[in-house]
């Protein structure tokens, strides 16, 4: 029973970090029919901003507030990488809509470009430069309509950029001067430390369960409770779905389509923004770190099926509690006097990585019974 | 007519006979070293031509060529590997001693034998392909979905591969420079240049087998499920069966690619299957221009070159240089550098040439016009040919852009040239 | 009485619980043309779908020359000798006017034949005759995307007779064509009945008094009564349903 309940755990844990991962990627192939192969930068990024914040909160002036800084980093993660994913959708892929392979492909520049980004470019000038870009686009919708009317529109609106290029400026400097680590190019692995309250395991009926990883499922569930009410009950949400279904009608019926594919992305690359923050609890953060979770994505993208919020956490944990149960070998802890061939066959599949070999050879004989996944479309449409 | 024909033909004849003296040539011409690139380059090709049938010609975008690359590249290694290993303790290759392995695995036995690897090359991931490809098809999985299933399939063998110490030497891989082919060295100069040789014989082999493949109605049929698959089922095609042959037959040729790179570059190692080698050779393809087989031969070459030229001056801007790459070729030039050739890209060119230089040559005309109203005033602004200047840059921005009207008019489909009536049906 | 080429005995389709077909039965006689009518959403498009193995029928069956079609790919059952034309013309864009008549025509359609195996010179012929039928004999090089829309309509047609089937399935053949080509669509559609069995499905009134064939109406997935284009234009529930509206739309 323990046992059992153990394995449960694990499996959700891992699930939990896999559906956070995916969910982002889920949502944008779901709404718009695009694979962004760069979905694992914005993770990274995600990542990177946890580690960069909780340097900050290790500054004197912060140190109290020390134990909350995953407070802030979760936000903060969503709008760098937010901003990542949306300056991606205005620049490339709003030019490639209606062409997915092409997407592909694009995207996977913008991977190459971002992952040798972090490898170059200091953080804190990074941090400097996303500053100045959120600032950028953020003030224009901040300051009042009214000033951007008229002759000295064009003015404001370089005196805004001006002022966003200070402030980033400042920034970079700012950390570059009081935070030594990351006022250099490093590519190396860093190691984000989780406060004191996130450390050891929480006991309960004879089992330890490690707190990040609650921590983590907590996350998640709020994240899918979210999503799932923004996209079904929220006025945005009804206007995404409406653009998914018709575009050109939701066009006509006075919908910003335009203004729906920002926000649909936005809210994507956000999400893999805060599955960063999850990550980097877990272990270390790389510039190779989205490339370990995106394959994982899209097994989760495959199973679960297109446009289906349940499809993508049903196979979220489907596959974390299999991942577990192969790679951990708990079959042989089960029963274990089953026979000697069979036993042999779960020890070699029982590592991490053989056991995503085994997860990947049982999808493929998923789906040739259920080929379009777990919860497949229906009707006239599907294949037009 | 057929003037024209012939001599298109005698450009052909001196094309061929240019590329022929190249590769004969080549051996004396470029440093070992260069010598050694150029012909794991164009085993590359041989992997680009293989990917342009599948995505250039039929749509299938594989992001896991590099399985079967590895596959092939494994077979000659373990052949190479078990052929020099008689002198060695228990008659098994050495790395197995590190892991205290006795005996070959079952698995090795069959590659003792030249002629079983020289057929296991292509034929197993052939037939690898085809099996994965057919379950997928099957069930009418395409697009998108296909892409990333390949992709988790490559990562999937790459960590399968990894892990395996004790059957191929994991991570490491099987090295082939110490081994010996016919009482030579692997990596001895002569070898090599007898395997660029041979490389450059596969190359073209292989791309006048695609050639015919895709020029006759098969190829059709191919684009066919490219543009519109289910439409073709209507017409009584069963597109699973054609694209588990293609997919196959790419897969083959990337185990040949994956063999001949394995000699040239001295090991086959799970590297092979990294997720980035397998995109990258899908990008070769995509500048080159899907859909012509020179442009993937091509592609793969030049790109592999201004990669290695780019890593050993600058190593940091590779990567931003190929992410570049990747938006620049899928945003702007979709057709690839060939495509855009063949297409109305040098026509559109030069037509905008022609069109700047007529406004170039306006702008002077009005100049040099002004300029003759002045020099009544002052009379020695004529005696530095101002004018002349003027009316000969005309000249030349009218003659341009007429060469450019004439060149766009080329591309234009036909339309009645030769006097036909429009037909409505 | 001959027994039937074609036959749907109860089919009805759920989408998820809208049943877009319910306890349809329609049988074709060897060689007739017969005109499909009805509303938008009557099922039109559904029911082309299961004959040609596109959409599984729910509960029913379809029997075609004394065997089911049921559970058969759509490639088999186009080699049986159903051919279609779909609502908007689709034709290989990328592949010239040839090219599209020479894969309709080519036989056997495997890809062994396809690449040993060069047109025969019956075949060729063939290719040339249907290009002179749909008049497109100058265009034979041209790309099948630089067509008009009028000539893809044409150019579809030409393959689906190429494909030589005995049941012909056209949906809206008429579409965005001149009032001049619609009636030689029709003159071509009843030139081809005799020979082939013509099923069309059409909005266009004229043109289906122009076919001079019996007429089926469908409402709400269901045949709502058969007859000639003057008895069904009689019948009250039709006129109710579908000519009320109809007429008014074209004013």
């Known amino acids: 029973m323990q046992l059992l309940f153990e394995s449960l755990f694990n499996g959700v844990a891992i699930g939990s970090v896999l559906l956070m991962a995916a969910l982002g990627l889920a949502i944008v192939f779901g709404l718009m029919g695009v694979i962004n192969l760069a979905h694992g930068e914005l993770i990274m990024l995600g990542a990177y901003t946890t580690y960069v914040v909780q340097l900050i909160f290790k500054l004197p002036a912060l140190q109290p507030l020390y134990n909350c800084y995953v407070l802030v980093a979760i936000p903060l993660a969503f709008v760098v990488s937010g901003v990542v994913g949306i300056l991606l959708e205005r620049t490339v892929i709003r030019r490639l809509y209606g062409s997915p392979l092409e997407t592909l492909l694009a995207t996977w520049g913008v991977s190459l470009i971002l992952q040798q980004f972090v490898r170059s470019v200091p953080m804190a000038y990074a941090a400097g430069l996303i500053l100045a870009l959120v600032s950028g686009f953020g003030l224009p919708l901040l300051l009042p309509s009214g000033w951007f009317a008229g002759a000295r529109a064009r003015l404001i609106r370089l005196g805004s950029w001006a002022f966003s290029a200070f402030l980033g400026v400042c920034l970079a400097g700012g950390l570059a001067s009081q935070i030594d680590r990351i006022a250099r190019a490093d590519a190396r692995n860093v190691d984000v430390t989780a406060p004191q309250w996130m450390r050891g395991g929480l006991e309960m009926a004879d089992m330890t369960f490690p707190v990040p990883r609650l921590v983590i499922i907590v996350m998640t569930v709020m994240a899918v409770v979210g999503v799932s009410w923004f996209l079904n009950r929220s006025v945005w949400g009804m206007r995404i779905r409406a653009v998914t279904q018709n575009r050109s009608m939701s066009d006509c019926l006075g919908i910003p389509t335009e203004t729906v594919d920002v926000l649909t992305f936005g809210i994507g690359s956000g999400l893999a923004g805060v599955a960063g923050v999850a990550v980097s609890l877990l272990g270390s953060v790389g510039p190779n770190v989205g490339g370990s979770y995106i394959v994982g994505c899209f097994m989760v993208v495959v199973l679960g099926g297109v446009g289906n919020l349940y499809g993508t956490v049903l196979a979220s944990f489907a596959i974390g509690v299999l991942t577990d149960l192969i790679g951990a070998g708990r079959l042989l802890s089960v029963w274990p006097d089953m026979p000697a061939p069979l036993a042999s066959a779960v020890e070699f599949f029982a590592t991490t990585s053989m056991a995503q070999v085994m997860v990947f050879a049982l999808i493929v004989v998923f789906l040739q019974f259920r080929p379009a996944g777990l919860f497949p479309q229906k009707g006239r449409m599907v294949e037009a | ?425 | 009485m001959r027994s039937a080429l074609l036959e749907l005995r109860q089919i009805t389709v759920s989408f998820d619980g809208f049943l877009a077909l319910r306890d349809l039965n329609l049988s074709l006689q060897p060689g007739e043309l017969r005109a499909v009518i009805g509303p938008n959403g009557a099922g039109k498009t559904t029911f082309l779908d299961v004959i040609t193995g596109k959409t599984a029928p729910t509960d029913g069956d379809v029997v075609f020359k004394g065997r089911s079609l049921l559970g058969r790919p759509e490639h088999r059952i186009a080699r049986l000798g159903i051919g279609r034309k779909f609502q908007s013309p689709r034709v290989f864009e990328k592949l010239s006017v040839q090219e599209n008549l020479a894969l309709a025509v080519s036989r056997p359609k495997q890809p062994w034949s396809l690449l040993f195996q060069r047109l025969t010179a019956g075949q060729r012929d063939q290719v040339h005759h249907l290009m002179s039928i749909v008049n497109l004999q100058n265009r034979a090089d041209w790309a099948a995307g630089s067509l008009s829309h009028g000539q893809k309509q044409w150019l579809e047609i030409a393959m689906l007779v190429g494909q030589d089937p005995d049941l012909l399935l056209v949906d809206e053949p008429v579409a965005g064509l001149t009032d001049e080509e619609t009636d030689l669509t029709a003159d071509l559609l009843k030139s081809l009945a005799g020979d082939h069995t013509v099923l069309v499905i059409e909005h266009d009134m004229e043109f289906i008094r122009r076919l001079e064939s019996p007429v089926t109406v469908l409402h709400q997935g269901h045949v709502l009564c058969e007859g000639t284009m003057d008895q069904v234009q009689a019948d009250p529930r039709v006129i109710e349903v579908y000519l009320g509206t109809s007429e008014e739309e074209n004013g």
């Open chain 2, 1 to 425: 007519m057929f003037q024209s024909l012939q001599q298109r033909r005698w450009l052909l004849v001196c094309l061929w006979v240019l590329i022929v003296a190249a590769i004969v040539a080549a051996p004396a011409i470029l440093p070992v070293f260069r010598l050694n690139l150029l012909g794991r380059f164009l085993s590359l090709a041989i992997v680009a031509l293989g990917i342009d049938l599948i995505w250039g010609f039929t749509g299938l975008l594989s992001l896991g060529q590099g399985i079967f690359f590895a596959l092939g590249g494994y077979a000659a290694a373990m052949y190479l590997q078990l052929s020099n290993a008689g002198d060695l303790p228990n008659g098994i290759p050495e790395f197995f001693g590190l892991y205290g392995v006795k005996e070959l695995p079952f698995f090795w036995h069959p590659f003792a034998s030249p002629w079983f690897t020289l057929v296991a090359i292509w034929l197993i991931p052939g037939v690898l392909a085809g099996v994965l490809g057919g379950l997928v098809f099957r069930n009418r999985i395409k697009g998108v979905y296909f892409s990333i299933l390949t992709q988790a399939a490559l990562l999937v063998f790459y960590n399968f591969f990894n892990g395996q110490q004790k059957l191929i030497n994991g991570t490491n891989g099987l090295q082939t420079p110490a081994t010996k082919l016919f009482g030579q060295y692997v990596g001895s100069d002569l070898m090599q240049r007898w395997f660029f040789w041979v490389t450059a014989v596969v190359v073209i082999l292989i791309w006048a087998l695609l050639r015919w493949v895709v020029r006759g109605r098969f190829g059709d049929v191919l684009i066919a499920i490219r543009d519109d698959e289910p439409r073709l089922r209507f017409a009584g095609y069963n597109p699973t069966l054609f694209k588990t042959l293609v997919f196959g037959l790419a897969g083959a040729l990337a185990g040949i690619g994956g063999a001949l790179y394995t000699v040239q570059s001295g090991s086959a190692s799970p590297q092979f299957m990294e997720v980035p080698m397998s995109i990258d050779m899908v990008i070769w393809v995509a500048v080159g221009g899907r859909g012509t087989l020179v442009g993937a031969i091509l592609g793969a070459v030049v790109i592999n070159f201004a990669k290695s030229l780019v890593s050993e001056a600058l190593p940091e801007s590779w990567l931003f240089i190929q992410g570049g790459l990747f938006i620049l070729v899928v945003t702007a030039l979709p057709e690839g550098v060939i495509g855009w050739f063949r297409g109305e890209g040098p026509g559109n060119w030069l037509n905008r040439l022609g069109y700047c230089l007529n406004i170039l040559g306006n702008w002077l005309i009005r100049w040099g016009n002004a300029l003759i109203r002045q020099s009544t005033a002052f009379p020695w602004l004529n005696s530095l040919g101002i004018n002349t200047l003027g009316n000969w840059l005309i000249g030349w921005g009218h003659a341009l852009n007429s060469v450019g009207i004439v060149r766009r008019i080329g591309t234009y489909p036909r339309l009645e040239l030769e006097g036909q009536v429009e037909v409505q049906p």
